[in-house]
C-alpha cells in the first residue's frame, strides 16, 4: 500500500508554533483522511525547528467506490400527473443519472425524491494534491507572518516542500503571490553538521536519511537524549538536576541534534537565592540548573545546556553560555542588594503608581480592600489577636515586592522574593511565608497554601478580584476568562476545603459585594445574585470533576433552584462538602439503597402537601385524633425518634446518625404505604389527607438535613 511524505521545510520556527502545529496535525490529517473515505491510513507527524512532517501509511491506491444517497426535491414539485417536472428533470441531469433513477421515498418533511448515485473512487494522487495546501495554510498560532507578497501566512517562510508518494515526488507547490515554493524530493539537514541537503529515496525512508543528516525529527526521541544526557551530565558533576517538563517540551523543539553541554559559573553568586538563579536559567536561558542532592535545596555552581551546535566544540559553547549566565546572575545580585537596602514596607507608596485595573485604581487600593477581607475572615474564624496580627501584616505586605527591581525584571518571582526581602527585613517568618502562599495555586498542578495566614490572605486577595471584576461586568463567558476568575474561586473552595476554614462564604461575598456597590454606585443585589450562582457551578463542578461525586448527588446537596440548599451551601462549604462525600460512600456500599424507596417515596407525595422544608419537630403539626390506622401511630412514633438523631447529626455533622436513623424507620414507612394496615395518602377528608402529607412532610425534612433525596436517580 502507499506510503506519502510531506514535509515542509522553514526557517526557524518558535518552539511553541511547533508544538502546537505537531498537535493540530496529529488530530486534523487523521479527521481529514477519514472524511475522504481513507480512515485505516496511519499517520506519524515529524517537527524540528526548521520541518514540519507527517508519514502516512496504509493508503490504497485509490478511493473505494462508494454509493450515496442524494436528496432531491419534494414529490409533489418533481411530478405532476405522473410526469416528470422541470425540478426533477433538472435534479436528474445534475446528478448525471436518467429520470428512471429517481426514487420517492417518505421523510418526516413529507415525499421528496432521491437517488442513488454510485461514486467512483478517485485516485490518492488527487487527492493528496487536494489535502496538502489545506493542512498546511489552515495551521492556527500566534504571530503568524505574511510573506510571498500573497495572503498565505505561516509562523516563518518555507522554503521547501517534500511531497513523496512512495518514491515518486508528487508534483504540486505552494502559491503565495509571486513566491511559489515547489515539490522536491531534497531536505536540508543539519546547518553545522552536514549543511549539505539529502535526497529522500522513499518515503518510509524519511526518518532514516534525516538522521544521517544530523537530524532527528522524532520529538519523543529527542526529548528522551536530552533527559538521558542531561542525568548523565549532573551524575559526572556528581550533582541532580530535575527534569523540568515545560524546560524540556522547549528545548525540545529548539534543537535537531542534542547534545548536553556542561558549563559553571562563580560560586560567589550562589549567595543570590537559589529561586533567582534557577529562575535565570530556566526561563530566561533555557538551561538545567545542577542541585548537590534531590532535595533540591543547594545548588552546585554548574549549569546544563542543550546544544544544537558541533559536540566536538562543546567547551567553546559551555565558555559562551557561561559568559551569558554570569552576565545575568550579575543583574541579579545587583537588584537584589538594591532592593535589600530599604524595608519591604518602604515599597506600598510605590504601588499607588502601579494600576490593578483601569476602572479599579492602584494595587495599594487592592491592598486595603484584601486587608479588610482578611479582617472578615479572620473574625468568622475568632482567632487569637496574635494571629489576627500576623495576618493583617501580611495582608499588607502581600503586594509590595512587585515594585521592587528583582520582580520587575524577573515577574515569575513575585511573591518568592517578598518572601525573601520580609524574612531579611525581620518580620515574622509566618508573614514572610503568606506573602508566598498567598497566591498558591498559581497553576492546576500547584501545591495549596500550608500555613493559615496564608491561606486567609489568599482568599482575601481572590474575593477582592472576584468581587471588583465582577462588578464591573467582565464576568466570564464559554471558553473567555481573562482574569482567571473561575480559577480564582476554584482556589477559594478548595483552599476552604483542604483547610477545613469554617468561614460563611455567603456573608463575606454580601459584605465585599455591598462596599462594592457603594463606593462604585453599583447595584449590590444583582451583583450578590451573580457571585452566588457563579460560585455555585464552581461547587458544582469541583464536586464532580475533582471529588468523583456523582451528578444526581452533587444535585441532591445543591439543589435546582433550591434557596435554601443554595445558602447553605454558601454559608457552610465543608457542610456541603462532606454531604457530597458521604452520600458518594452509602451509594458505594449499598446502605444508600436501603433507605432510598422510602424517603424518596415519601419526598415525592410530600410535594402534594403545603408544608415548609424547615420543620422537623411533629408535635404542634400532627394531630393524632385523625389517624385511622396503627401504621400513623407507629409513623409519628418513629417521627418522635428521629428528629433527636437528626438534629445531632446536623449539630456534629455526624449522617452516619441520620441514616441509622432513616434505615431503622423504613420498615414502619413501607407499613404505612403498603400491606394490611396501610394508608390511602389522599384520603377524601381534607384534614386527614393534610395529617399524613404532614407525615411526609416531616421525614422529607428530616431527611433534607443530609440530601433532597427527590434529585436522587435509583441505582445510577
Not at 448525471?96 to 421523510?107: F, H, K, N
Request: net charge negative; glycine share 6%.
Amino acid at each position: 500500500m502507499p506510503a506519502f511524505l510531506l514535509e515542509v521545510g522553514t526557517e526557524e520556527l518558535p518552539a511553541g508554533f511547533l508544538s502546537d502545529a505537531i498537535g493540530q496535525w496529529r488530530s486534523r490529517i487523521p479527521e481529514s483522511l477519514k472524511t475522504h473515505n481513507l480512515p485505516e491510513a496511519v499517520v506519524k507527524v515529524y517537527g524540528t525547528p526548521r520541518r514540519l512532517a507527517v508519514l502516512i501509511t496504509g493508503l490504497p491506491s485509490q478511493q473505494a467506490d462508494r454509493e450515496e444517497e442524494i436528496k432531491g426535491p419534494p414529490a409533489q414539485a418533481a411530478f405532476k400527473d405522473g410526469q416528470p417536472t422541470k425540478a426533477a428533470i433538472g435534479f436528474a441531469s445534475k446528478q448525471g443519472v436518467d429520470i428512471s433513477a429517481l426514487e420517492i421515498r417518505p421523510t418526516e418533511k413529507g415525499d421528496f425524491v432521491f437517488v442513488n448515485k454510485q461514486i467512483p473512487g478517485r485516485p490518492i494522487a488527487d487527492i493528496l494534491t487536494e489535502l496538502v495546501p489545506q493542512w498546511v495554510w489552515n495551521l492556527e498560532g500566534k504571530r503568524l507572518m505574511r510573506w510571498g507578497h500573497g495572503d498565505g501566512r505561516f509562523s516563518r517562510p518555507i522554503r521547501t516542500l517534500v511531497t513523496l508518494l512512495d518514491g515518486e515526488i508528487l508534483p504540486l507547490q505552494l502559491e503565495n503571490g509571486a513566491k511559489v515554493v515547489k515539490s522536491d524530493s531534497l531536505s536540508r539537514t543539519h546547518r553545522v553538521l552536514h549543511p549539505q541537503p539529502v535526497s529522500i529515496d522513499h518515503a518510509t525512508e524519511y526518518v532514516k536519511t534525516l538522521a544521517s543528516g544530523y537530524v532527528n525529527v522524532l520529538p519523543e526521541g529527542r526529548a528522551e537524549i536530552i533527559t538521558n544526557q542531561v542525568k548523565a551530565a549532573a551524575e559526572k558533576l556528581g550533582g541532580y538536576t530535575p527534569i523540568y517538563p515545560d524546560l524540556l517540551a522547549e528545548v525540545v523543539n529548539l534543537v535537531e541534534y542534542p547534545t548536553a553541554v556542561i558549563g559553571q559559573f562563580e560560586e560567589e553568586f550562589l549567595n543570590l537565592p537559589k529561586e533567582v538563579i534557577t529562575e535565570v536559567m530556566v526561563s530566561h536561558q533555557r538551561y538545567f540548573p545542577v542541585f548537590k542532592n534531590a532535595d533540591c535545596q543547594e545548588l552546585l555552581p554548574n549549569f546544563i545546556t542543550i546544544s544544537n551546535g558541533d559536540p566536538a566544540k562543546a567547551d567553546i559553547i559551555a565558555v559562551g553560555n557561561a559568559r551569558v549566565i554570569r552576565a545575568r546572575l550579575a543583574d541579579g545580585r545587583f537588584f537584589y542588594e538594591a532592593d535589600l537596602a530599604k524595608p519591604l514596607e518602604s515599597y506600598l507608596p510605590q504601588l499607588e503608581k502601579v494600576t490593578f485595573q483601569e476602572d479599579l485604581g492602584s494595587v495599594r487600593a487592592k491592598i486595603a480592600r484584601i486587608v479588610k477581607n482578611a479582617e472578615r475572615i479572620t473574625t468568622q474564624l475568632q482567632l487569637n489577636s496574635d494571629q489576627t496580627q500576623n495576618i493583617q501584616r501580611a495582608a499588607l505586605l502581600c503586594k509590595a515586592d512587585l515594585v521592587t527591581q528583582m520582580v520587575y525584571e524577573f515577574p515569575e518571582l513575585q511573591g518568592i522574593m517578598g518572601e525573601k526581602y520580609a524574612l531579611a527585613n525581620g518580620e515574622n517568618p509566618e508573614v514572610a511565608k503568606a506573602i508566598f502562599e498567598h497566591y498558591l495555586p498559581r497553576n492546576a498542578d500547584d501545591i495549596f497554601p500550608q500555613t493559615l495566614t496564608g491561606q486567609i490572605v489568599g482568599l482575601g486577595d481572590r474575593l477582592d478580584t472576584l468581587v471588583s471584576i465582577f462588578g464591573l461586568g467582565l464576568i466570564p463567558t464559554g471558553s473567555s476568562d481573562p482574569f482567571a476568575l473561575r480559577r480564582a474561586a476554584n482556589a477559594i473552595v478548595n483552599i476552604t476545603w483542604l483547610a477545613n476554614l469554617q468561614i460563611n462564604l455567603s456573608t463575606l461575598l454580601e459584605e465585599i459585594a455591598t462596599d462594592f456597590a457603594t463606593t462604585f454606585n453599583k447595584d449590590a443585589k444583582s451583583l450578590i445574585k451573580t457571585l452566588q450562582e457563579f460560585f455555585l457551578q464552581r461547587i458544582r463542578t469541583l464536586l464532580q470533576d475533582e471529588k468523583q461525586i456523582d451528578y444526581d448527588l452533587v444535585n441532591a446537596v445543591l439543589g435546582e433552584n433550591d434557596p435554601e440548599y443554595t445558602e447553605r451551601a454558601l454559608t457552610d462549604l465543608l457542610d456541603v462538602r462532606d454531604r457530597a462525600l458521604y452520600l458518594q460512600q452509602i451509594r458505594k456500599d449499598g446502605t444508600l439503597d436501603k433507605i432510598y424507596e422510602t424517603v424518596n417515596r415519601s419526598t415525592r407525595l410530600a410535594a402534594q402537601g403545603n408544608l415548609d422544608f424547615q420543620t422537623l419537630e411533629p408535635q404542634s403539626l400532627i394531630n393524632p385524633q385523625l389517624f385511622q390506622k396503627k401504621s400513623e401511630s407507629a409513623f409519628y412514633n418513629a417521627l418522635l425518634e428521629l428528629v433527636p438523631q437528626t438534629q445531632a447529626a446536623q449539630q456534629n455533622r455526624d449522617y452516619q446518625l441520620l441514616v441509622t436513623a432513616l434505615a431503622k424507620i423504613a420498615p414502619t414507612v413501607s407499613t404505612f404505604f403498603d400491606g394490611e394496615d396501610s394508608v390511602l395518602v389522599m384520603d377524601a377528608n381534607p384534614d386527614i389527607k393534610q395529617n399524613r402529607l404532614n407525615l411526609l412532610g416531616l421525614l422529607r425534612n428530616n431527611a433534607r438535613v443530609l440530601a433532597d433525596f427527590g434529585a436522587i436517580v435509583k441505582n445510577l
